[in-house]
Every structure is written in C-alpha cells, then in structure tokens.
Nanobody, 126 residues
C-alpha cells in the first residue's frame, strides 16, 4: 500500500510562485510514475503534469507549459511541482498520484494511476 501526502499549497496572488511537494512511501519510489492533477471548483479533475520512472521523461498540460515544472528526488521519495506566474484560473485542489508501469500514451489519464493523496489547496487571487 502506497501512502501519498501532498503539501505546499496556499493562498497567493496572481504572478506569485508555489512549490508543491508529494511524498510517496510504502514501496520503491524510483519505480513509480508520478503525476499531478487538479480539480478546480465545480469542474472535473484534470491532468497537470507527470514524470516517468524511466529517464525522468515529463509531460505537461498546455495550461502549465512554460510555467510549471515537475521534478523528482528519488532519494527523498518526493515529487515536486514548481508553479510560476500563477493565474487565478490555477485555483484548484491539487492531487498527487502514483502509478506503476504506465505506458506513455496513458500518462495523462487519471485512471492509469493507482494511489492518490488527499490534495492540497492552491488559491490564486487576482
């Protein structure tokens, strides 16, 4: 059983930065594919970014390209989401997800991930 815990959310102003962290414990972190998803108020959960277990290949939603950076530190069992130039439309509950053996074409699909955290709230004021 993998435990997933996110942190780093908060209330910021438009243009500010935040770094979200996610610790996944209970297994071999280096073998996991890791993803970040978000759920804006009143909307469906959506893909934000992912980083694969092999080679650290990354994938981003168009909404975050050029502003968000996902990275991982296998020694700390942690994945990060650096978010710069935040916009009010980035306001959402951000979830970290853990997957195993996800093929590249599925890396953006929430259903491909096995374990999820409780989420961390990010609120961006205008």
């Amino acid at each position: 059983q993998v435990q997933v815990v996110e942190s780093g959310g908060g209330l910021v102003q438009a243009g500010d930065s935040l770094r979200l962290s996610c610790v996944a414990s209970g297994g071999t972190f280096s073998t996991y594919d890791m993803g970040w998803f978000r759920q804006p108020p009143g909307k469906e959960r959506e893909f934000v970014a992912a980083i694969r277990r092999i080679g650290g290949q990354t994938s981003y939603a168009d909404s975050g390209k050029g502003r968000f950076t996902i990275s991982r530190d296998n020694a700390k069992n942690t994945v990060y989401l650096q978010m710069n130039r935040l916009k009010p439309e980035d306001t959402a509950l951000y979830y970290c997800a853990v997957g195993r053996g996800i093929i590249l074409s599925n890396i953006r699909a929430a259903g491909a991930y096995n374990s999820w955290g409780q989420g961390t709230q990010v609120t961006v004021s205008s």
